[in-house]
């Protein structure tokens, strides 16, 4: 069964404070691993896409990277307006119906 | 406006209504899916659709009901809603790369 592990659950950064966001996952192979950020009472916003261990992307003060096993999305000198909760998701090889597996989320808070 | 666009925003009703919950999108994606979002589960899928009048369940589909006549439009139904179909419920569509985009979502409260 597929399966995704975000850590933490939630993190509290104070504007500046550089850190990384954990997504772990299991699946038989990866097609996809995805990553959102979801404001509250919004849906949540795609962010990135990885295909393949090594494969990094950028946008503003984000980087997501990508092994065999996790991937982190690296938040460089935080925003307030950076506070979200940031989802991970993976869609495996064969997966008919392009489902996607969501973790359960990592809550961040920034504080100026 | 081109986007994916879900009503009503917010619907209370009460046990054993039935209710029906709107999603279309401007994009002419083949893919459509149905998410509920829930404190300490996440989202999960409920439903999804591959293209007009072609559809599957999903990890949690008892209860709900879906249809999709047309490309653009993917409803969800609860036939006869109860308490535990108190939840924020989201539809999305696939894009060219495999990424969803998600609606705004349906707060959606069953007394």
């Known amino acids: 069964e597929d399966q995704v592990t975000q850590s933490p659950e939630a993190l509290r950064l104070q504007e500046g404070e550089s850190s990384s966001l954990n997504c772990s996952y299991t699946?038989?192979?990866?097609?996809?691993l995805f990553w959102y950020r979801q404001d509250p009472g919004k849906g949540p916003e795609f962010l990135f896409t990885?295909?393949?261990a090594g494969e990094e992307k950028e946008k503003e003060r984000l980087k997501a990277t990508l092994t065999k096993k996790e991937s982190f999305l690296h938040i460089t000198a935080p925003k307030p307006e950076d506070s979200a909760t940031y989802l991970c998701?993976?869609?495996?090889?064969?997966?008919?119906?392009?489902?996607?597996?969501f973790g359960a989320g990592t809550i961040l808070r920034v504080k100026s | 406006d081109a986007g994916i666009t879900q009503s009503p925003r917010y619907k209370i009703t009460e046990t054993g209504r039935q209710v029906t919950l709107m999603c279309h999108q401007t994009?002419?994606?083949?893919?459509m899916f149905w998410y509920r979002q829930d404190l300490g589960h996440g989202l999960r899928l409920i439903y999804y659709?591959?293209?007009?009048?072609?559809?599957d369940k999903g990890e949690v589909p008892d209860g709900y009901v879906v249809s999709r006549s047309k490309t653009e439009n993917f409803p969800l139904t609860l036939e006869s809603a109860t308490r535990s179909q108190t939840s924020v419920y989201f539809c999305?569509?696939?894009?060219?790369?495999?990424?969803?985009?998600f609606g705004p979502g349906t707060r959606l409260t069953v007394t």
């Open positions: 999305a569509s696939r894009g060219n790369s495999g990424e969803q985009y």
């Open positions: 699946v038989s192979g990866l097609r996809g």
């Open positions: 990885l295909y393949s």
């Open positions: 998701a993976v869609q495996a090889i064969g997966e008919y119906g392009n489902k996607l597996v």
């Open positions: 994009w002419s994606h083949s893919y």
């Open positions: 659709s591959a293209a007009a009048d072609i559809t």
